[in-house]
């Protein structure tokens, strides 16, 4: 018989019971593809904070060596925000961030998955860090977020477990000592950290912990190249660039495309044209 013939009504009758069944097998199925997907695409995100008062080329090139490195499938560069107990950083929040969208845009293809937040620009001042990773973490529920520090921040006198945040609590007219919680041993059990090697700051191994790290916390490890790379690594600072800039080191008389020459190849040319037509730095 033919697809239309007697063979075709002899079928079982599709009834409402197995239609339910059929969904029920079907969502199962949707849920656990669903489930595979997420897992698949969660991705690793590095975060890279920072003044970048300016942005360095030296910048630039350590966000490349930790995507090269393959600890990250992405960084993200955050530039702080107001900064109160940093009276000498008075660029606004909003030039530092456009500074690092040219940068990021100019340096790289537009594939390559370095990106610029702007997640500290517009609030009152900077994040605490612990507060940071934490919005990112609800804004990103599929992101796995790393902090990237640099091994100054692992010497005598620096320790992460006692940094601080803000107490959620707190309201004006309670105790200023309330004002701040400390949150430094929550960061460390919660979050991956990234150690970048910065000269002259080094962190000796043990025999009971050949990385070195260990004793700082339980997430910490190097920033170390795959396949028998060696990292690049830059000595560029922001200060010294300022320092460059400043009119109190320049000659009596010289013009200021005179000081705009003295970052030139130090900064992507769309930073040095934005600087100067900002007039930031005089």
């Given at each position: 018989?033919?697809?239309f013939g007697p063979k075709a009504h002899?079928?079982?009758?599709?009834?409402?019971?197995?239609?339910?069944?059929?969904?029920?097998?079907?969502?199962?199925?949707?849920?656990?593809?669903?489930?595979?997907?997420?897992?698949?695409?969660?991705?690793?995100?590095?975060?890279?904070?920072?003044?970048?008062?300016?942005?360095?080329?030296?910048?630039?090139?350590?966000?490349?060596?930790?995507?090269?490195?393959?600890?990250?499938?992405?960084?993200?560069?955050?530039?702080?925000?107001?900064?109160?107990?940093?009276?000498?950083?008075?660029?606004?929040?909003?030039?530092?961030?456009?500074?690092?969208?040219?940068?990021?845009?100019?340096?790289?293809?537009?594939?390559?998955?370095?990106?610029?937040?702007?997640?500290?620009?517009?609030?009152?001042?900077?994040?605490?860090?612990?507060?940071?990773?934490?919005?990112?973490?609800?804004?990103?529920?599929?992101?796995?977020?790393?902090?990237?520090?640099?091994?100054?921040?692992?010497?005598?006198?620096?320790?992460?477990?006692?940094?601080?945040s803000k107490n959620p609590a707190w309201?004006?007219?309670?105790?200023?000592?309330?004002?701040?919680?400390?949150t430094g041993d929550k960061l460390l059990?919660?979050?991956?950290?990234?150690?970048?090697?910065?000269?002259?700051?080094?962190?000796?191994?043990?025999?009971?912990?050949?990385?070195?790290?260990?004793?700082?916390?339980?997430?910490?490890?190097?920033?170390?190249?795959?396949?028998?790379?060696?990292?690049?690594?830059?000595?560029?600072?922001?200060?010294?660039?300022?320092?460059?800039?400043?009119?109190?080191?320049?000659?009596?008389?010289?013009?200021?495309?005179?000081?705009?020459?003295?970052?030139?190849?130090?900064?992507?040319?769309?930073?040095?044209?934005?600087?100067?037509?900002?007039?930031?730095?005089?």
């Amino acid at each position: 018989s033919s697809r239309f013939g007697p063979k075709a009504h002899r079928r079982s009758p599709v009834t409402f019971r197995s239609l339910k069944r059929l969904a029920a097998l079907s969502m199962a199925a949707d849920g656990v593809s669903n489930e595979r997907l997420r897992s698949q695409a969660r991705r690793r995100v590095a975060i890279y904070g920072g003044a970048y008062d300016p942005i360095t080329n030296s910048h630039l090139t350590c966000a490349s060596e930790i995507v090269h490195s393959g600890k990250a499938d992405e960084v993200w560069l955050v530039p702080c925000g107001k900064r109160p107990d940093k009276p000498k950083l008075k660029t606004p929040p909003i030039d530092r961030y456009v500074m690092c969208q040219i940068a990021v845009n100019s340096t790289f293809s537009p594939s390559f998955p370095v990106k610029v937040s702007d997640i500290e620009c517009f609030e009152p001042e900077a994040m605490f860090t612990y507060d940071l990773l934490c919005s990112l973490r609800k804004a990103h529920p599929e992101v796995d977020f790393v902090f990237v520090i640099g091994t100054d921040w692992l010497q005598e006198g620096t320790n992460i477990a006692t940094w601080e945040s803000k107490n959620p609590a707190w309201k004006p007219g309670d105790p200023l000592d309330k004002k701040l919680v400390v949150t430094g041993d929550k960061l460390l059990q919660e979050f991956d950290f990234l150690v970048v090697k910065r000269p002259g700051y080094e962190v000796a191994p043990s025999p009971g912990d050949p990385t070195g790290l260990k004793r700082f916390g339980p997430r910490l490890q190097w920033l170390a190249m795959e396949r028998g790379m060696t990292f690049i690594e830059g000595n560029l600072s922001s200060t010294e660039l300022r320092k460059r800039l400043d009119p109190s080191h320049r000659d009596a008389g010289a013009a200021e495309a005179d000081a705009l020459r003295t970052i030139d190849g130090l900064v992507p040319m769309g930073v040095l044209a934005y600087i100067g037509r900002a007039g930031l730095y005089r």
